[in-house]
């Protein structure tokens, strides 16, 4: 098999290829078939793949739920979150079915378009994890494409150890030893007046303690554990200079140079470590007016644990394994 300097053939596996697709974040396999019954081998060079490129890809696959969950199940224990999109499949709890317009639009007295608004008010709001509130996010998540638009739509990834690594020494050593709240809704901007989606936030808060820097438990790696999404301001540290230091931070973790961007076909499966990336999901379709329906299984993750070995603690509404 012909190879360039950008393929990497899987050892001991012919014909399956792990192709990076960026500098430093993101690699295509091909040559797998997931819903044929991997085996273990196949199964490892797959999970070694996502540690070392944080986010795979494939395309042209035929997973069904039931496949989807399978596949799943190789790599960990999927969670049943207690509460999912309307448009989730009734007898696969650990599926969560996104269709952007038909879950977002309408609700608590919004069209799709002001939410995104009020969710994403400022250009670093929108990058997360999964689940970043919690106090044991899920480890990793694996999302199919069912429909999407014949033009935008893509994910982008961004790689935080890889963040972590580009800071430079002083700033690595400073921001070793604290600690951030990661909270549900802080990046939501409230309607005036009286607002629905406040109150639910409010019903149903969500709120962790986690290290700035946490190690990641399979590779060992320093991880700058930022999101725009969930992070509330850092602990012991004023409100001001908390702003000051999480904007550099965020700034710092989707440098280009540390991001991938991917375009989504139907049948595309892309698999990553959410405990050192976050991700952007897609705001150019909304006013295209096309369908995009997406899948997501997520494996159950383990507390984060910082550089000092202390881990993150909850604060309200999570406790480790409870979903």
Known sequence: MTKNTDTTATPDLPGIEVRPVAGNIGAEIVGVDLADGLDDAVVAAIRAAVLRWKVVFFREQKLDHAGHVAFARRFGDPVAPSRRGSASPADFPEVETTADRLELGGRFGMEHDEWLQRRRHTLLRGWHCDHGARVDPPAASILRAETVPPYGG??????????????????????????????????????????????????????????????????????????????????????????????????????????????????????????????????????LGFPRVMHRVMLAGDVPVGVDGTPSTPITGTAPGRW
Do not use: C
């Open 154 to 287: 893509d994910t982008t990834w961004s790689n935080l150890a890889a963040a972590y690594a580009g800071l430079s020494a002083p700033v690595k050593a400073f921001v070793d030893g604290l600690r951030a709240e990661h909270r549900l809704g802080v990046g939501y901007q409230p309607r005036p007046g009286d607002d629905s989606y406040v109150r639910h936030l409010l019903d149903h808060q969500v709120a962790s303690l986690h290290p700035l820097v946490r190690v990641h438990p399979e590779t060992g790696e320093r991880v700058l554990y930022v999101n725009g999404y969930y992070v509330e301001q850092l602990a012991d540290v004023s409100r001001a200079e908390s702003r000051a230091l999480l904007d550099m931070l965020l700034e710092q973790a989707v440098r280009p140079e540390y991001t991938v961007r991917f375009r989504w076909e139907p049948g595309s499966v892309a698999f990553w470590d959410n405990r050192a990336t976050i991700h952007l999901a897609p705001s150019d379709n909304a006013h």
